[in-house]
């Protein structure tokens, strides 16, 4: 059954008119600031949420709780992979979080060129995605000013996917921490 045309421009204007929907239709990014709204443990809520995947880039992840969820992710059988810098590797918190992802079964490969990851991304399930300075730290959590954004968009998630999938692949940029 057709509508009338007025009836479609009602709900197109009441659509347009929710708040954190922007005028191409998409919903706005929530925005956290650290170390006010701390988020490190709102990223690490958003991760215990994930169904299918949940891929991570960052230059530093020493985070206990984020860690936790990764493992737990992990465990109820989501894909979690993670890229992330090897100058971290220098750092004993970084080398820890790491050995205990990799014994939990995540694979993780760095880059082969020292401190030039800058992308802070998590791409979750193709329905949202996070971006922004912070690194997934404790400091960053409840020290430093970061900014993190989570987009629950289906278009711009996906096309974070796709750019963490390629770096993923790309074997001269990339390698495995350690051989599984």
């Known amino acids: 059954m057709r509508q009338p045309l007025w009836v479609l421009s009602a709900v197109l204007l009441v659509l347009l008119a929710l708040p954190g929907l922007s005028e191409a239709g998409a919903l706005s990014p929530e925005i ?21 995947y949940l891929y991570v880039s960052v230059y530093r992840l020493t985070y206990p709780p984020i860690v936790r969820a990764l493992v737990a992710a992990k465990k109820r059988g989501v894909d979690v992979r993670l890229v992330t810098d090897r100058e971290g590797l220098n750092d004993p918190k970084v080398e820890s979080a790491l050995t205990t992802l990799h014994l939990a079964g995540v694979p993780i490969r760095i880059n082969r060129h020292d401190a030039l990851m800058h992308l802070k991304q998590s791409v979750m399930d193709d329905e949202m995605n996070t971006s922004g300075s912070m690194n997934q730290t404790g400091s960053a959590n409840r ?7 989570v987009l629950r968009d289906h278009v711009t998630t996906v096309k974070a996917r796709e750019k ?17």
Do not use: H, I
């Open 32 to 52: 956290y600031y650290a170390p006010e709204d701390l988020p490190g443990d709102r990223l690490a809520s958003l991760y215990d949420r994930a169904q299918r």
């Open 143 to 149: 020290y430093n000013d970061e900014r993190l954004d």
């Open 164 to 180: 963490f999938l390629s770096m993923w692949k790309d074997e001269e940029r990339f390698r495995a921490w350690k051989q599984e």
